[in-house]
């Protein structure tokens, strides 16, 4: 077997699993309001059992239901009520010869007021995050006795409703992650101070179980293999804590890091490569016995498997890549590598949950959707339908419909698929988004998709076809202001500068502009030597942004010494310096600039649509088309158009 490590049996305490694949916790928001286990839920679960994991980790799971509350939709195992849809959820992964463990929860001071119906966060210490910016009070030595006792009471629940084991979650922040850290608990009591001290609360809750539960039945850690908080938990307290709870005897140790106050050190943005932080599950397994589970942006079989050999870990934790791809594993095992969906870290799916939404996959339009979307009815009858663009939405429904029956031919008038993803993978540490592209072409003519590249089909041309439908997927173009100079031969778009069909002259460069496209824009500009500046209408830079991808690029934007300068507004462009205005207090400023580089946005590609609809019955519009987005649009308008097409 090409991944023998991989697929290799392995053991958690007694229990024993199929492979090495497992699926960690990652929050969906898609349990019943009263914290069932809804249908939604357990499908969600399925299709990542029925796909290859050899164990399945569920979402934080609610222990308490009045200061513990992190999502609103929640998993829970408060009550005894919870028992009979928990047990459908394991029988139901069971079925695959798949394993689950219920991971037991409490958010801490890392929650809101408004989740806890107007109560006061709590915490080990009154220290407030600067991610929430509320203020928690201090637990009494008698409520965390109390919340012990909960712990307690919810691995019973999971064992009484036949899941396997349990996760208890000592990291990312959350309640019992602050009892560890030193820069969280000050507590004079019997929870704080020492080492030893501040992990009792973990302890007892471990040794409560293992009393409950009994021997067997396997628990599992979480923790940090370190905060990256300055005066937080180290790796070295992370190696000394599992040497504790592996002679507590805990059956495993699944290795993360991260707070909210280092958030992008938990759930990676695009930027952060495969293995980045593999010395933290590495320090921890050098040091005990027990089984080591660790994520670690892990998206290809073959990395997985060069960690297993390693001796990096004994479980890989994929997260985000099973959100983009529940089959990765059977994939793997069948040598379909190439079929693999690539997670691309956009932060989607975690942006809809800590949204209050429930799971979504940017890549992957079914994800958290599987009841909404169950295997694609065979109704296409070999109809053609005609689509035209070939970037991520014409592609994604030309997949759909060629699975659907339906006879696809796709129509680009480049030289190339891809379309404005093309541009977008161009910026330094944007491969992902190349492996995305790869993995769309590949599946498009492994259905021997009809492919027409340097074609841009008029209605005559459409009508000779004799489509079924038409679909328009032909992208966005860049918004050009009217503004005195525009027309000077040193004013460039986005697209002229990452499609390289110019060579940009001078050295200050100002980018007007400052969505995700135009600070990787500046960011490739500053790798080439240039000096960059960048100004924006708006009050703050990168506005409408998701913060952790802001703070990930404004970071290293930083470090390359660009100026970064909100509030200002383009009035007109000399040779050799731009004029520009304070929105505030209307003052202007002569900037030198040598080049201007445009990144004001786009506007829909959709001219055709009129005549389109003139000529044809069924015409659909996807994409930035439709309305200029992001990659999960495109996708989700593709998938949903083609998948309802009869």
């Known amino acids: 077997m090409k991944y023998s490590k991989l697929f290799s049996k392995g053991k958690i305490g007694n229990l024993e699993l199929k492979n090495r694949i497992v699926m960690p916790a990652m929050g969906t928001s898609l349990a019943t309001s009263t914290g069932e286990a809804s249908d939604e839920i357990i499908k969600y679960y399925e299709e990542r059992a029925k796909g290859g994991c050899g164990l399945i980790i569920t979402e934080i799971t609610r222990v308490d239901n009045e200061t513990g509350i992190g999502t609103p939709n929640q998993l829970c195992a408060t009550d005894l009520k919870h028992i009979p849809r928990l047990e459908k959820l394991a029988r139901t992964i069971h079925r695959y010869d ?29 220290i407030m995050s600067s991610a929430v910016l509320e203020m928690p009070r201090e637990l009494s030595t008698e409520e965390v006795e109390g919340l012990v006792k909960k712990f307690v009471i919810s691995a019973n629940i999971a064992k009484t409703s036949d899941i396997d084991g349990v996760e208890i979650h000592a990291a990312h922040g959350y309640l019992i992650g602050e009892f560890l850290s030193p820069l969280t608990n000050l507590r004079e009591d019997k929870y704080g101070g020492s080492f030893e001290k501040r992990m009792r609360f973990l302890t007892e809750i471990v040794v409560g179980i293992k009393n409950t539960c009994g021997a067997k039945f396997p628990i599992c850690v979480r ?102 791809d529940p089959e990765w594993g059977k994939k793997a095992v069948e040598g379909r590598e190439k079929e693999i969906r690539p997670c691309i870290s956009c932060l989607h799916c975690i942006e809809n949950v800590m949204g209050c939404k429930t799971t979504k996959c940017a890549v992957n339009a079914r994800t958290g959707r599987e009841l909404e979307y169950p295997a694609f009815e065979k109704n296409g009858q070999n109809r053609v339908v005609a689509i035209i663009g070939g970037g991520p939405s014409g592609m994604e429904a030309a997949r759909i419909l060629a699975i659907k029956g339906f006879k696809p031919i796709l129509f680009e008038k480049g030289n190339t698929l891809g379309g404005s993803v093309n541009l977008a993978s161009k ?74 069909s110019t060579s940009i002259k001078g050295e200050n460069i100002v980018v007007v502009g400052s969505g995700m496209t135009g600070l990787e824009t500046a960011e490739l500009l500053v790798s080439q030597g240039k000096k960059v500046t960048i100004i924006e209408m708006q009050d703050k830079i990168g506005p409408g942004m998701y913060l952790p991808n802001l703070i990930d690029i404004t970071t290293r934007l930083k470090k390359y010494n660009v100026g970064m300068i909100p509030s200002m507004k383009l009035v007109s462009i000399d040779k050799g310096s731009i004029t520009i205005e304070n929105t505030a207090d209307k003052t202007v400023v002569n900037k030198v600039a040598d080049a201007i580089v445009l ?46 097409l009869e």
Not at 427 to 451: A, G, M, S
Not at 604 to 610: D, I, L
């Open 223 to 324: 923790i940090d293999g370190d905060e990256f908080v300055p005066g937080g938990f180290t790796l070295d307290e992370a190696v000394k804590a599992s040497v504790h709870l592996e002679n507590l005897g805990v059956d495993a140790i699944n290795v993360s890091a991260g707070t909210y106050e280092s958030v992008n050190a938990i759930i990676e943005p695009i930027s952060y490569p495969q293995g980045w932080k593999r010395h933290l599950s590495q320090a921890i397994k050098d040091k005990i016995k027990i089984p080591v589970i660790a994520c670690d942006v892990i998206r290809k079989p073959d990395f997985a498997e060069s960690l297993l050999e390693e001796g990096n870990l004994d479980f890989v934790a994929l997260g985000r890549q099973l959100l983009a």
């Open 427 to 500: 910026p330094p540490l944007k491969d992902k988004l190349t492996w995305f592209i790869d993995n769309l072409i590949y599946q498009i003519k492994q259905l021997n998709i009809d492919i027409r590249l340097n074609t841009a089909p008029s209605i005559d041309d459409l009508k000779l076809l004799n489509p079924y439908a038409v679909f328009l997927a032909t992208g966005s173009s860049p918004i050009v202001p009217k503004i005195p100079g525009i027309e000077k031969n040193d004013v460039y778009t986005i697209v002229d500068v990452l499609n390289r």
């Open 98 to 126: 798949s394993k689950i463990f219920l991971q037991l929860h409490h958010p801490g001071r890392q929650t809101h007021e408004k989740m806890l119906n107007g109560k006061k966060l709590v915490a080990p210490s009154a």
């Open 599 to 644: 990144s004001l946005g786009v506007k829909p590609n959709n001219s055709m649509v009129t005549e389109l609809e003139n000529n044809f019955s069924i015409v659909k519009v996807l994409g930035d088309s439709l309305i200029p987005g992001r990659i999960a649009d495109a996708i989700q308008t593709a998938f949903e158009k083609s998948y309802v």
